[in-house]
Every structure is written in C-alpha cells, then in structure tokens.
C-alpha cells in the first residue's frame, strides 16, 4: 500500500495569541450564561514541511516552544505478512489513512521504526510539555484540535496549528470506534505491562492514562529529536 498525498505549504512565523471571554451582567456580574474563559495564550510557532524520505511523504511541521512536532498523523507503512494486523485504516478503507493516517497497534511500534530519522515517539513527559504550553489539561483539548471535522459542534481552535483531527481507534473486540468524536494517540512509555496513550474528546478534554492494550489501533505523532 502507497499513499501519494503531498502538501507543499510554506508559512511564515506565527504568533498565537487567545484571549479572555466571559459573559457578564447587566451590573457587571457574572450572569448565568458565562462562557468558558479561555486564557491569553502567546506562543511563538514556526510552521515548514519535512519529508520522509522513505516514502517520499511530505508532512506539514510546527515548532511549539522548543518542540518541533509532525502537524499530521503519521502515514508510514510497512508491506510485511502481518500488516493488516499491525496497520489499521478506519474501516479498513484506504481513503481514511490518506486523511488521518494508519492507527497503528502496539506490536508495529516494536518491530519497526515507524518514525522517520531523526524523530521519534513522544513520551507522556513530552506530551505534557506540549499540553503545558497550549493552557495546561484544562484548555489544550480546544487548542490543539483541529477547525474542523469533530461532531456535535466540537471543532477545535487549533491555535498552534497542531491540528489534532478525529481520527477515531481500532479496538480489537468491538472494530473501528469513535471516527469525528476521539482521537488517541501513543506515547513511548509503559507501566506494569500496559502501554500509555493520551485521548482528545468532542468535550475539549485530555486524558493521558497507561492501561492500554497493546493490541489497539491509535494514531501517531513523531516528535523531533532534540539537538
């Protein structure tokens, strides 16, 4: 299986910038109706491109901070006897992993290097980090979400051009699940035989948790290594 998709955008330097929102009173109290505050966030980010030399796909990147992530969902894939079991497109259509990339089981993590040179899977401590600087658990959800392509209204702000999409999972005994409503994604640590993941979710929140099983099927982020 090849995927050709190709994007070639350049921007220049962005800073971000959110700011406070609430809904007052006719006497200047907070009535009823108050909107979430959302915090004045300033990140500077530098958006480019990198391309896999692999296979030749090109994906958009942002540097948050000091980290620089794949602004995409990974796509690499290996043709080996067991891919359909290590490699997963959202109900096994081709269309799915050219838009959210492959949602790869745990075993693919550790018979191939899925991420390119020079890059690898990011750690829950790296996560974190990434979470801190968009406003912390509370807020991250709605920044690093993608304008577009959650249910129920759920679209994102994706105030970093992170763009976290709803790419959905493989769970091994119920199928394909939760496609505009979930995205997981894996993280390189374990703990007592279990593998860790972090969740974003059509409510804006995050959770990262270490009771996965290794046999389903989540996106990846590759982060780069740091010089």
Same mark, same amino acid.
């Given at each position: 299986?090849?995927?050709?998709?190709?994007?070639?955008?350049?921007?220049?330097?962005?800073?971000?910038?959110?700011?406070?929102?609430?809904?007052?009173?006719?006497?200047?109290?907070?009535?009823?109706?108050?909107?979430?505050?959302?915090?004045?966030?300033?990140?500077?980010?530098?958006?480019?491109?990198?391309?896999?030399?692999?296979?030749?796909?090109?994906?958009?990147?942002?540097?948050?901070?000091?980290?620089?992530?794949?602004?995409?969902?990974?796509?690499?894939?290996?043709?080996?006897?067991?891919?359909?079991?290590?490699?997963?497109?959202?109900?096994?259509?081709?269309?799915?992993?050219?838009?959210?990339?492959?949602?790869?089981?745990?075993?693919?993590?550790?018979?191939?290097?899925?991420?390119?040179?020079?890059?690898?899977?990011?750690?829950?401590?790296?996560?974190?980090?990434?979470?801190?600087?968009?406003? /912390?658990?509370?807020?991250?959800?709605? *920044?690093?979400? !993608?304008?577009?392509?959650?249910?129920? +209204?759920? %679209? @994102? $702000?994706?105030?970093?051009?992170?763009?976290?999409?709803?790419?959905?999972?493989?769970?091994? /005994?119920?199928?394909?699940?939760?496609? *505009?409503?979930? !995205?997981?994604?894996?993280?390189?640590? +374990?703990? %007592? @035989? $279990?593998?860790?993941?972090?969740?974003?979710?059509?409510?804006?929140?995050?959770?990262?948790?270490?009771?996965?099983?290794?046999?389903?099927?989540?996106?990846?982020?590759?982060?780069?290594?740091?010089?």
């Amino acid at each position: 299986m090849q995927l050709n998709l190709k994007f070639h955008k350049f921007f220049p330097e962005l800073i971000i910038s959110a700011f406070f929102f609430s809904a007052c009173g006719d006497n200047g109290s907070d009535s009823q109706s108050e909107e979430p505050i959302i915090p004045q966030i300033d990140i500077q980010t530098n958006i480019g491109t990198f391309t896999d030399e692999r296979d030749s796909q090109v994906y958009e990147t942002v540097q948050i901070g000091t980290q620089t992530w794949m602004a995409e969902n990974l796509k690499f894939f290996v043709n080996d006897v067991n891919s359909d079991i290590l490699f997963k497109c959202y109900n096994d259509e081709v269309v799915n992993c050219k838009k959210y990339g492959f949602l790869y089981t745990r075993p693919a993590l550790f018979f191939f290097q899925l991420c390119p040179n020079g890059w690898h899977l990011p750690s829950l401590d790296e996560w974190k980090m990434l979470i801190n600087l968009v406003g /912390g658990e509370q807020f991250a959800g709605a *920044n690093l979400k !993608s304008k577009e392509g959650w249910s129920n +209204e759920a %679209d @994102g $702000l994706d105030i970093a051009g992170f763009s976290v999409l709803p790419a959905g999972l493989f769970n091994p /005994g119920r199928g394909y699940l939760a496609i *505009n409503e979930q !995205s997981t994604f894996w993280a390189d640590d +374990e703990q %007592d @035989g $279990l593998y860790c993941a972090i969740g974003f979710y059509t409510n804006n929140s995050t959770s990262m948790s270490c009771h996965h099983d290794g046999h389903f099927g989540y996106s990846v982020r590759c982060i780069k290594n740091f010089d």
